[in-house]
Nanobody, 126 residues
Framework: QVQLVESGGGLAQAGGSLRLSCAAS????????MGWFRQAPGKEREFVAA????????DYADSVKGRFTISRDNAKNTVYLQMNSLKPEDSAIYSC???????????????????WGRGTQVTVSS
């Protein structure tokens, strides 16, 4: 059974930083792309960042490019999201996700992902 558990959310001031972690279990982590999404109240879930199974390929939403960095540690079965220069509009519940199949292209749509964590709240004050 695939499980994804996020941690690291909390309260930050505008301009500050947070690092989110997502611990995965239940299958061979290194074979799967991983993604981060976020959802603010009253808004649809939106793509934030993704990283391929083969370390080196990443993709970001335009709104976070240059501020957020996604990375993974396959030895620890963990994917990270380093968030710098935070803005109040970054406030949302952040969830990590993993697709059903291994070794595929880098997905950026929520419907391309099969497994989701419960999410962690990020709140950025102005």
């Amino acid at each position: 059974q695939v499980q994804l558990v996020e941690s690291g959310g909390g309260l930050a001031q505008a301009g500050g930083s947070l690092r989110l972690s997502c611990a995965a279990s239940g299958r061979t982590f290194r074979n799967y792309n991983m993604g981060w999404f976020r959802q603010a109240p009253g808004k649809e879930r939106e793509f934030v960042a993704a990283i391929s199974w083969s370390v080196g390929n990443t993709d970001y939403a335009d709104s976070v490019k240059g501020r957020f960095t996604i990375s993974r540690d396959n030895a620890k079965n963990t994917v990270y999201l380093q968030m710098n220069s935070l803005k109040p509009e970054d406030s949302a519940i952040y969830s990590c996700a993993s697709p059903l199949y291994p070794f595929r292209g880098l997905p950026t749509r929520p419907d391309e992902y099969a497994y989701w964590g419960r999410g962690t709240q990020v709140t950025v004050s102005s």
